[in-house]
């Protein structure tokens, strides 16, 4: 299986989440952890054993995930941005990594997936 096999996700609206771990489970991948805020992802993502995440922008309470980007960048975790598109502004920091767009189909997390290199 190409692509990393242990993901993080980060995302704020439960069903979304849950969404997401079905099609892990279905592609052969493992959730290695699933947060709603900044403080719980860079928890997460301190114990270790993450391959990728993939990040919500805009979290509950006007939270983005800049900080969390940001920290996996540092340790070389490859990450995609998962936006609804058009309030989203990607900090430009991050403006090189890939997009999921919103609505999510278990083909399109497949291929940007198979994408992430370590």
Same mark, same amino acid.
């Given at each position: 299986?190409?692509?990393?096999?242990?993901?993080?996700?980060?995302?704020?609206?439960?069903? %979304?989440?849950?969404?997401? /771990?079905?099609?892990?489970?279905?592609?052969?991948? /493992?959730?290695?952890?699933?947060?709603?805020?900044?403080?719980?992802?860079?928890?997460? %993502? /301190?114990?270790?054993? %993450?391959?990728?995440?993939?990040?919500?922008?805009?979290?509950?309470?006007?939270?983005?995930?800049?900080?969390?980007?940001?920290?996996?960048?540092?340790?070389?975790?490859?990450?995609?941005?998962?936006?609804?598109?058009?309030?989203?502004?990607?900090? /430009?920091?991050?403006?090189?990594?890939?997009?999921?767009?919103?609505?999510?189909?278990?083909?399109?997390?497949?291929?940007?997936?198979?994408?992430?290199?370590?």
């Amino acid at each position: 299986m190409p692509g990393p096999s242990r993901i993080l996700i980060v995302e704020d609206e439960q069903l %979304i989440a849950m969404m997401l /771990e079905d099609f892990l489970e279905a592609l052969d991948r /493992e959730m290695a952890g699933s947060a709603d805020n900044v403080a719980a992802a860079l928890a997460r %993502i /301190e114990e270790g054993g %993450i391959d990728a995440a993939i990040l919500d922008v805009n979290l509950r309470g006007g939270e983005q995930s800049w900080p969390v980007a940001d920290r996996l960048a540092e340790l070389g975790i490859p990450f995609v941005i998962a936006t609804g598109g058009a309030g989203d502004t990607i900090a /430009e920091a991050h403006r090189g990594r890939p997009i999921l767009s919103k609505p999510f189909t278990m083909s399109s997390v497949e291929k940007i997936l198979d994408s992430l290199q370590g």
